[in-house]
């Protein structure tokens, strides 16, 4: 069944499906109409399943999907921002195996509660269970992100063939599960699911396999099925810079983010993970970068790799999250940098002369300033007798404290400066690279004035 509704010249189609004693439906649905929090019709009122922290089973998700007619996969995700629904919550959970005729015969924790979502203000209900219906799924790997792919053509599900498939395929089933394209493709042993044994010729943009064409058939006989891996972490653009952002990864049918805000990746993460993203050799991460304006949770608050790993779940990290912390507390974050943290040139700006001013550092192309903030008077003053010297002067003038307030957005290279100095580059001091947490809240730059 199908309910139209005309909005605002918008013409809406919600998926709903009447069952024996519950109908169900998606809300809001996307574009395509498969994915969407899931309502049900109790007693008069259309409320929710789920709950921040739940999130439905593969059986129970592609028993939901197959009930809404949307297809015969099905995953979810759970604290899923919902921030804007006003209806209520029926049941807090649904746990079904597969083979019911109907949602009702499913289990479901404790009674039917109605609970109103909208006048609660406990951050955690800005949060709910996202379903997604697919037409595909990778199962039996070590990891969540590797396995055999099963698919769903003309009502049948198949393993893909090695011999069938291609990374462009890959990338579409990859892609369609929600991670950031396809890793690799290696032969795998063919379980209980009957094998499909056609190619399966792909651009690797389509939406789904069911828009590829699969109409040549294979050579041979299909002795192998398609184990595929597919990119579980990424950089998020945040800023207009390529090789820069916080890093993040996929779990339970959603991104979030990797870090905190004192944590910043050791160099051979660094590189690795920079290496993964095809972006450079070698990079560097800073611990306190500003995070406003990033909306999704918090999975892991450390990762540690030593360089060699084939896939990113291989490396040391604690137990995912079950809390979004980042939304709720977090200001600053841990940022990733593909580039390597050598400076190439100072310059001093702003001044009244060309000896003084603003210290600004160039790394990778890009000007940024040193943090004062929150840093101890003789610090900063040995750090600027080794600044002095070497940009060529024959040493230190004064430090200079009035007009140093600079904006939120401004970049900082370095913070927390320490030299004795003797040094004969700043880069042989003590320093923290990039920001301080306060450096956003009270952005002072070193100013400074050089003799000779």
């Known amino acids: 069944m199908k309910l139209f509704v005309h909005l605002a010249s918008c013409l809406i189609f919600f998926s709903v499906k009447i069952v024996t004693g519950l109908d169900i ?10 994915e969407g929090f899931v309502e049900v019709y109790h007693a008069g009122s259309w409320g929710l399943i789920g709950s921040p922290a ?15 007619g949307l297809s015969d996969l099905g ?81 049948k599900t198949y393993a893909l063939c090695y011999d069938g498939i291609d990374m462009n395929a890959a990338n579409v089933v990859c892609n369609h599960l929600g991670y950031d394209g396809a890793l690799s493709i290696e032969k795998g042993a063919a379980d209980t699911t009957p094998l499909y044994d056609m190619k399966l010729a792909c651009k690797g943009c389509e939406y789904s396999l069911t828009e590829c ?37 996929f779990n339970e049918g959603s991104w979030g983010f990797v870090g905190n805000p004192g944590f910043s990746f050791d160099n051979e993460t660094a590189s690795y993970l920079c290496r993964r993203f095809g972006l450079s050799d070698v990079g560097f991460s800073t611990s306190s970068h500003s995070l406003q304006t990033y909306g999704r949770k918090a999975w ?34 841990t940022w990733l940098y593909c580039f390597s943290y050598n ?34 008077s003789y610090n900063i003053e040995n750090a600027a ?17 009035n007009g140093n307030i600079g904006r939120s957005d401004d970049l900082f290279w370095m913070s927390e400066v320490s030299c004795n100095g003797k040094e004969d580059s700043v880069m042989k001091c003590r320093f923290i690279k990039g920001p301080r947490p306060m450096t956003y809240v009270h952005p002072v730059y070193l100013k400074i004035r050089c003799s000779g």
């Not at 739940?54 to 809404?68: E, I, P, Q, V």
């Open 25 to 34: 439906r998606l809300w809001p649905v996307n574009a395509r109409g498969n």
């Open 54 to 68: 739940f999130r439905f089973s593969d059986a129970t998700a592609s028993l939901l999907c197959k009930t809404l």
């Open 75 to 155: 995953y979810s995700s759970g604290w899923t921002s919902i921030d804007n629904y006003g209806g209520y919550i029926w049941t807090y959970g649904l746990e079904c195996n597969g083979n019911e005729t109907s949602i009702d015969q499913c289990n479901r924790p404790g009674k039917w509660e109605r609970y109103n979502y909208s006048n609660t203000s406990s951050w955690e209900y800005r949060h709910g269970t996202r379903l997604f219906c697919v037409d595909s799924r990778i199962k039996g790997g070590l990891m969540r992100n590797t396995g055999i792919v099963e698919t769903s053509f003309d009502g």
């Open 213 to 249: 064409d699969r109409s040549t058939s294979l050579n041979s006989k299909c002795l192998y099925a398609a184990v595929v891996t597919c990119k579980a972490v990424r950089i998020a653009r945040m800023s207009r810079y390529i090789d820069e952002g916080p890093v993040e990864v």
């Open 300 to 333: 892991l608050s450390r990762l540690t790799c030593k360089g060699d790993e084939a896939d990113i779940m291989q490396c040391s990290h604690p137990n995912f999250s079950t809390v979004p912390i980042l939304m709720h507390t977090y200001k600053w974050g």
């Open 343 to 376: 400076i190439t040139q100072i310059r001093l700006t702003g001044g009244n002369s060309q000896n003084e001013g603003r210290v600004e550092l160039l790394i990778n192309g890009r000007w940024g300033s040193i943090s004062s903030y929150y840093s101890r």
């Open 385 to 401: 007798k080794v600044l002095c010297k070497e940009m060529g002067y024959s040493g230190l003038d004064m430090v200079m404290y």
